[in-house]
């Protein structure tokens, strides 16, 4: 072969190889979901069902699901790196607290910039609430689709209850009846009867299923109502003081659960095998942790497994002069701000929360979605905490800083969990922390 | 072991010889060069600069940041929180404790009497020591750091299985005694090298002095100390410094404890990582980088002012 004939044919091999890509497009898509692991229903949904559909109505377009295995505050981790780098799954699963801060940091575009028109135009805007879409916003602007929120309460074992003596209609009304009941149950040989988060481990489920359930419960919030932080109150003492009785001094709750590392799924474990019979954490955890099939699964859990509402620390004085109280977040998806490929990506986002395929997701988990048109299963979880809570619920400051000063908490309920500082020690360092991550005069003191 | 002499004047007349021209050897060395400037000699620099701004990794200062100054550094030597668990100081005084117990005390003294105890024994059994000593040092480190886990844990764990085989009482290691937990975990890794360091170092004296030795009655001990020891003096110093730079910038503890409980593992490589990649601090993170380089610096000095020192004796 002369090398001319080469060359062209070496053309033509590069033609093609460079040609091929130009077809068809490959899209990621990643979330914190493994099939037969954490969130097994969001990956299944994906898999199953989105996937095949959008790609039967879009044969040019190849989506890949990354499941991702490891914790919250790693995928937080990577998607930071990898979103400042250009690189990236073109598609996330993403928790609305942390949007601020991408938005601030330049880690996230809003869809108007990056999508324009098709996304102001979508539909599925009709069917979702100024609220729920509050939730991936941040300034006016819209980062992302929602999933749906949630709220928080205490999860109970009525077998063990009943074992310690505790009425079937029991729900605590103070943090009191709460603690006595703790103390009837450990009496009862239940090993570690309470469970309220706290620690650096457990990242912003220390934060929200743990911290803020029980600030609420005292009339105040992590900010103010000028969104200043409070870094030192009566209401922080009571919460660390309220750690300290069930950690340090009764040893209520399995404290190496709130300090190792795998301390999250301990807890559910201690759930499961009836160790724990009260744990404080969101519909998350009825609906995904211990739903049938999983690796946390209820034993016949119609029956053992119930839930009440999250007393303040006396009638009265929650936040807003309220009895009981919870806490809101929400997860969604965004879409990677470099990739290269915007278009198809808002396709294949869009798609995935269209009411179609919303409603498929109900027959992999049921919840309350963010879509109005997607009809709310017939489950009476759902329908009483919804209608119980969410009039309750609270939502978190939507700050660039929240962030940080979530890690600071659960560094100062950590270092009251271990023993290692009283509560007053612990808030002063809170204060100092808090302080330089947000200047001053962003600052409050309560005392 | 020890470094090049570095050429001193009256030898700078004898360059004569060389295979290539200057031109040629310049171009042979500017691809290796460029390599090394991109991410050695600018990143460096880079990391130098970071240190004097509060950038973030998001937040209002990733995009924006701003010149602190000396802001990091005064933060991180502020004596108000300069010892507290989770602070720059004591993750600095734990790394010092961790050097000493675990490279100092546990890897050169195993390693000393490691080696020491394999020059008599059948060659077979020194074989076999050999090889499992070595295959705590290659192993992977990630390997390593899941199989110690799941060795250490308190409910499945293989110690605890083993402790109450025997009838003792079962421990909460990983929780209740994270530092020793490392310091063991670090020895039992790092027991190797100087296994092997002293045991060619051994291997070098003349056996005829051992052989002497025997002739005049002496015991073990005294062979060690009057013959083994002083001849090896210049490997132990250059082990020491060794495995004090490598301890001190090791980062698999991190795999055993995350760090934790409570900041009770944090070295000061963990400190560092925390700051930059988990709190998105990287201003912070780079000034403790900084300071970090400057430590391993002093190390470096030090290892190579004894090479130099050994070199004119030669």
């Known amino acids: 072969m002369s090398n001319h004939l080469r060359s062209i044919a070496f053309g033509l091999i590069g033609a093609t190889a460079m040609a091929a890509p130009a077809f068809a497009v490959d899209l990621d898509i990643t979330c914190r979901c493994v099939i037969g692991g954490v969130n097994s229903a969001t990956a299944e949904w994906i898999e199953e069902s989105v996937i095949p559909a959008f790609e039967a109505a879009n044969p040019d377009i190849n989506v890949t699901l990354n499941q991702f295995g490891g914790e919250d505050a790693q995928l937080t981790q990577q998607l930071a790196l990898d979103f400042s780098t250009g690189a990236g799954p073109d598609i996330s699963a993403f928790d609305g607290f942390l949007i601020p801060a991408f938005a601030e940091g330049g880690q996230l575009k809003s869809l108007d910039e990056l999508i324009g028109e098709d996304y102001a135009n979508w539909e599925g805007w009709d069917h979702i609430s100024d609220g729920i879409r509050s939730i991936l916003s941040y300034d006016g602007e819209t980062y992302g689709i929602g999933l749906g929120t949630d709220v928080r309460m205490i999860h109970v074992r009525k077998d063990l209850l009943e074992q310690a003596g505790i009425a079937d209609d029991w729900q605590p009304t103070s943090w009191t009846d709460v603690l006595d009941a703790a103390r009837k149950l450990k009496e009862a040989g239940v090993e570690a009867p309470l469970q309220l988060n706290a620690g650096v481990a457990m990242g912003e489920a220390t934060t929200m299923q743990g911290y803020w359930m029980a600030l609420l419960g005292t009339g105040e919030g992590v900010t103010d109502e000028n969104g200043k932080y409070i870094v030192e109150s009566q209401g922080i003492l009571d919460v660390l003081n309220l750690y300290k009785t069930i950690y340090v001094d009764e040893e209520l709750g399995d404290q190496r659960a709130q300090l190792l590392a795998d301390g999250r799924n301990r807890s559910f474990a201690n759930f499961r095998d009836g160790k724990t019979a009260m744990l404080v954490e969101g519909d998350w955890f009825y609906r995904s942790v211990t739903a049938p099939g999983s690796e946390f699964e209820v034993a016949d859990r119609d029956n053992v497994m119930s839930w009440v509402k999250m007393p303040a620390e006396e009638p009265g004085a929650g936040i807003r002069g309220q009895d009981f109280v919870s806490i809101s977040g929400g997860t969604g998806f965004v879409i990677n701000p470099n990739t290269d490929t915007p278009k198809e990506a808002w396709k294949f986002l869009s798609f995935m929360m269209s009411q179609e395929q919303m409603t498929a997701f109900q027959d992999y988990q049921p919840g309350i979605r963010s879509r109005s048109d997607v009809p709310i299963p017939n489950s009476p979880f759902l329908t009483e905490t919804s209608q119980t809570l969410l009039p309750l619920t609270t939502a978190r400051p939507n700050d660039p800083n929240y962030n940080s000063v979530s890690q600071e908490i659960q560094r100062m309920t950590e270092a009251v969990v271990s023993g290692e500082l009283s509560p007053e020690e612990a808030m002063a360092q809170y204060k100092a922390a808090v302080t330089s991550i947000v200047g001053e005069e962003n600052t409050v003191s309560l005392l | ?314």
């Open chain 2, 1 to 314: 072991m020890t470094t090049e002499p570095i050429t001193s004047k009256p030898r700078r007349k004898v360059r004569n010889f060389s295979l290539l021209s200057n031109r040629a050897g310049a171009a042979f060395m500017l691809p290796a060069g460029l390599l090394v400037s991109v991410f050695v000699i600018v990143p460096f620099f880079w990391v130098i600069f970071v240190s004097f701004t509060n950038r973030t990794l998001i937040g209002r200062t990733a995009l924006n940041p701003e010149f602190v100054g000396l802001g990091n550094y005064l933060a991180l030597f502020d004596p108000a929180t300069f010892f507290q668990r989770g602070q720059f100081g004591f993750s600095l005084i734990l790394t010092t404790q961790f050097v000493l117990a675990s490279a100092l005390i546990g890897q050169a003294l195993l390693g000393l009497l490691l080696a020491w105890l394999i020059q008599t024994v059948p060659p077979w059994v020194k074989r076999i020591t050999e090889t499992f000593v070595i295959a705590a040092w290659i192993l992977p480190e990630v390997v390593i750091g899941f199989a110690w886990f799941a060795f250490l844990d308190r409910d499945q764990g293989t110690l605890n299985a083993l402790l109450t085989g025997f009838g003792l009482p079962p421990g909460d290691f990983l929780l209740e005694q994270p530092f020793w937990v490392i310091v063991v975990f670090n020895t039992w890794r790092g027991a190797a090298f100087s296994m092997m360091l002293f045991n060619s170092a051994f291997s070098s004296i003349p056996p005829s002095y051992f052989q002497a030795a025997d002739v005049a009655g002496a015991s073990s001990w005294q062979k060690f100390r009057d013959i083994g020891l002083p001849l090896i003096r210049g490997h132990i110093v250059t082990d020491l410094i060794l495995i004090t730079m490598w301890t001190f910038n090791t980062f698999t503890p991190f795999l055993l404890t995350n760090g934790g409980p409570s900041y009770r593992t944090e070295l000061v490589s963990i400190y560092n990582y925390r700051v930059a990649f988990q709190d998105f601090q990287f201003g912070k993170g780079a000034a403790v980088g900084v300071i970090m380089m400057l430590i391993n610096l002093a190390f470096a000095l030090v290892y190579l002012s004894l090479g130099r020192k050994k070199a004119p004796k030669s």
